[in-house]
C-alpha cells in the first residue's frame, strides 16, 4: 500500500487545545513547510498565555494577564477560541464543538492538557482551584480580604501559592499525605531541605495528613483533618492534582481515561493521522523505556508538540521516536529549583553542596544527582544554576540509550473501516 505524501494533500490540520503544547505544533508546522490551513481550537477565550505564571507572578501581583501573553509566531493560524470540543469522530474526521460548530480535518492534533479535579471533600462551592488566568484572578481578589489560607496539596503548585500567599504577609497552612513537600517533583533530599526553608519562612504544616471534610464557617472555611483536628481559614486553594481533558474523545472508540495513549511518535494508536502531545498525551519515552508516560511540565510540552507536528507531516517511512528529557524550574522562597531528567527512587543519589557546613543548605546551593548503572540519569538543584546547567548540557548531549518500544495494541472496540485499519495495524507492526 502506497503512502500518502502528506505535506501535499493534508488540506487542513486541526489542533485542539491552545496551550503550550498545541502553539508549538502550530509554530513546528509552519516551521517544516505545511502550506495548508491550520486551525485552532481551544476551550478559553483568552490567546495562548504563560500558564506557569498562573502560580507565580499573576498571585503576587507582579504581572498582569497581558503581561503572561505566550511569545509566538502566528504565521497564518486562524483562531477559533472560546470553542470547547465536544466530540471527535474520526470515521468522518470531524470535532463538534459546544458552541454547535463542526470541523473536519485531514490531519488532528490533540493537545487538550489536563485540568484539576475538585475533591470529593470540597462538596460545598468556593474552594479555589488554580489551573488558569481566571482562577489565578479570583485567588488573587480572594487573597486581598485573607488572613489565614488553607492550602491542600504540597507539590509545586501549593507551594508556589504557600510563597505567594507569605509575600503578602498572609498567614497560610499546608496540608499535605507526605511528610515533606514536593517529594514527587524534587525527590526527597531536596524536598527536605525546602520543607525547612518554608517552615523557616513562617509556614504551618500538616504532613502526613489528608483532609476528611471542608465546610462553611462563619465568613471562612472549617477544614477537618483525618486525625479530627479543624482548621479554620477564610480562604481554602485546592492544588492536588488533575486528569488529562479527554471527555471529549468518549466517542471515539479510544481508552483515553488515564491519557492518550500514543506509540513512540506520538501518534494516537487506533486513530489514523492524529497525534496527541503535551499533558494529555502517554508514550513510550524510549529514552527512559517502553512504559507508558506522561510529561507535564512547560518545556516537555513544547518539545511534545515539536515532534508530534514533525510525526503528521512524516511522509512514508518511519517519523523516528519522539523523546523527551523532563526539565522544569520553580522560583519560590527566593529559591531557584531546577529539575531535569528522572529522579529514580531506587537510584544512587549523590549530593554537593555548594557551601559546605552551612546550615541553610538549599539557600546556599546543592545539586542533588540521581546515578543509575553509573549514569547521571536526574539531577535536581537550589540556588545552583551554574553547576545544574553543565551537568544538565552533559545529560542532554548523552547519546540515547538503543531501547525498543513494546507492541501496543489497538485500544478500540470501535469497528474500523479497513482503509482506516490497515495503516494503524501498519504501525502498529512498525513499532514491534
Ligand atoms: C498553576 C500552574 C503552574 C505551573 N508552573 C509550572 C512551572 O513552573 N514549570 C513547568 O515546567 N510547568 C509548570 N506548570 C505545568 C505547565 O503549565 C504544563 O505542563 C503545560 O501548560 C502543559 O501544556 P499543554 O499544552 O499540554 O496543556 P495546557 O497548558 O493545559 O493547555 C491545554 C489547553 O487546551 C484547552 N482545552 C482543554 N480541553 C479542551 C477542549 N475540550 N476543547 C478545546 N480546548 C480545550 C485548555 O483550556 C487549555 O487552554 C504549571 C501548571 C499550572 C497549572
Known amino acids: ?21 498545541g502553539v508549538a505544533a502550530a509554530e513546528e508546522l509552519r516551521r517544516q513547510g505545511y502550506p495548508g490551513e491550520i486551525a485552532m481550537v481551544g476551550a478559553e477565550k483568552e490567546g495562548p498565555y504563560d500558564r506557569p505564571s498562573c502560580s507565580k507572578g499573576i498571585l503576587t501581583g507582579h504581572k498582569r494577564p497581558q503581561d ?22 474520526p470515521d468522518n474526521r470531524r470535532v ?36 488558569n488566568l481566571e482562577h489565578a484572578w479570583s485567588l488573587r481578589r480572594a487573597l486581598r480580604d485573607a488572613e489565614r489560607v488553607i492550602i491542600v496539596g504540597g ?11 507569605r509575600s503578602m ?17 524534587l525527590g526527597e533530599e531536596v524536598g527536605n531541605h ?18 476528611a471534610t471542608a465546610n462553611r464557617f462563619r465568613d471562612g472555611w472549617m477544614v477537618q483533618l483525618d486525625d479530627g483536628e479543624n482548621l479554620v481559614g477564610d480562604v481554602v486553594v485546592a492544588t492536588t492534582g488533575g486528569r488529562p481533558d479527554t471527555a471529549w474523545l468518549s466517542n471515539s472508540g479510544i481508552d483515553a481515561s488515564k491519557g492518550v495513549v500514543c506509540d513512540e511518535s506520538l501518534r494516537v494508536v487506533g486513530l489514523e493521522d492524529v497525534v496527541a ?20 511540565h512547560w518545556i516537555s510540552s513544547l518539545e511534545q508538540g515539536r515532534g508530534a507536528a514533525r510525526t503528521l507531516l512524516a511522509e512514508d517511512g518511519d517519523p523516528g521516536p519522539v523523546t523527551v528529557i523532563p526539565r522544569f524550574w520553580t522560583e519560590q522562597w527566593g529559591l531557584r529549583i531546577q529539575v531535569c531528567g528522572e529522579l529514580v527512587p531506587d537510584g544512587e543519589v549523590s549530593i554537593s553542596e555548594m557551601k559546605r557546613h552551612r546550615r541553610d543548605t538549599a539557600r546556599a546551593g546543592v545539586v542533588v544527582g540521581y546515578h543509575r548503572d553509573d549514569r547521571l540519569v536526574g539531577l535536581v538543584s537550589v540556588n545552583a544554576a551554574h553547576a545544574f546547567t553543565s551537568l544538565a548540557r552533559a545529560m542532554i548531549a548523552t547519546p540515547l540509550p538503543t531501547l525498543q518500544a513494546t507492541p501496543m495494541p489497538l485500544q478500540t472496540d470501535r469497528p474500523l473501516n479497513t482503509e482506516i485499519a490497515e495503516p494503524a495495524r501498519r504501525r502498529l507492526a512498525s513499532v514491534a
Not at 507539590?155 to 500567599?165: D, F, L, N, P, W
Not at 504577609?169 to 517533583?185: F, L
Not at 508514550?283 to 506522561?294: A, E, I, M, S
Open 1 to 21: 500500500m502506497t503512502r500518502r505524501n502528506r505535506r501535499a494533500d493534508y488540506g487542513r490540520i486541526l489542533i485542539v487545545g491552545t496551550g503550550r503544547a
Open 68 to 89: 503572561t501573553r505566550m511569545p509566538f509566531h502566528d504565521e497564518d493560524l486562524t483562531w477559533y477560541l472560546g470553542r470547547k470540543a465536544v466530540d471527535l469522530d
Open 96 to 131: 463538534e464543538t459546544d458552541t454547535g460548530e463542526s470541523f473536519a480535518y485531514d490531519g488532528l492534533v490533540i493537545a487538550t492538557g489536563s485540568s484539576p479535579t475538585m475533591p470529593k471533600w470540597a462538596a460545598e462551592p468556593g474552594v479555589h482551584l488554580l489551573h
Open 155 to 165: 507539590g509545586i503548585t501549593g507551594s508556589e501559592v504557600a510563597s505567594a500567599v
Open 169 to 185: 504577609a498572609r498567614n497560610c497552612v499546608v496540608i499535605d499525605s507526605k511528610p515533606q513537600v514536593m517529594v514527587r517533583a
Open 194 to 211: 525546602v520543607t525547612d526553608v518554608m517552615r523557616g519562612e513562617g509556614v504551618d504544616f500538616r504532613l502526613g495528613h489528608r483532609v
Open 277 to 296: 502531545c503535551g499533558a494529555v498525551a502517554t508514550w513510550p519515552n524510549l529514552r527512559y523505556g517502553p512504559q507508558l508516560r506522561k510529561a507535564e
